[in-house]
């Protein structure tokens, strides 16, 4: 008996972050398989919330099928989890030293970094899988080609995201615990 496969496409034009959905999910999760597609959506402002669900809606119409999306942010505890989902905007305009610089007045380097996926079936409301890994912001080391990796240390840990094999990384992150989530849904469903 041959099972249908269930095909689900990740929106994503970052070659960094498919890597890692990749390398956690490999590209089948039990009846479903994963493909990729860069669409170009609008973001809107709001909480990590509303802006994935937002995605996922937008996504999945366009697509006429089941999508994930993926909303990654990085909040500093000094500043109540800001920047939270403009940290893009923030490694854009003012790069990682002006990041590490927002918080030389602060005791507090905590920060967190919290991915969150929305699925998406057409006509439906986005369901979210989030992942949060505590840390501290540090001063910049590793390899600086994937967004704030370098500035970010997972509590626990003596190197940053960037320093890390991405084997270690990636049974640790953010991205991780939330595509975790989504799989043992995926699993049940």
């Excluded at 479903?32 to 509303?50: A, K, P, V």
């Excluded at 937002?54 to 942010?73: F, H, R």
């Excluded at 991915?115 to 600086?144: A, M, N, W």
């Amino acid at each position: 008996m041959r099972i249908d496969m269930k095909t689900i496409t990740f929106v994503t034009g970052n070659a960094n972050k498919l890597k890692e959905v990749v390398a956690i999910l490999s590209d089948k999760v039990g009846d479903y398989n994963i493909i990729n597609q860069s669409l170009d959506l609008d973001e809107l402002q709001g909480t990590i919330e509303e802006v994935t669900i937002q995605k996922a809606k937008t996504a999945s119409s366009i697509i006429d099928g089941p999508v994930l999306v993926e909303d990654t942010c990085l909040g500093f505890d000094a500043m109540n989890d800001l920047p939270g989902p403009y940290i893009k905007w923030f490694v854009n305009s003012i790069g990682l030293t002006g990041l590490v610089d927002m918080l030389y007045k602060f005791e507090d380097k905590g920060a967190k970094a919290i991915c969150t996926f929305g699925y998406c079936e057409p006509g439906k409301e986005p369901i979210l899988f989030q992942g949060i890994t505590h840390g501290t912001i540090v001063d910049s080391r590793g390899p600086t080609n994937f967004g704030w990796d370098s500035i970010f240390q997972p509590d626990g840990f003596k190197e940053t995201y960037a320093e890390m094999d991405k084997s270690v990384k990636n049974t640790i992150s953010h991205r991780f615990k939330a595509l975790s989530k989504l799989k043992d849904y995926l699993a049940e469903n």
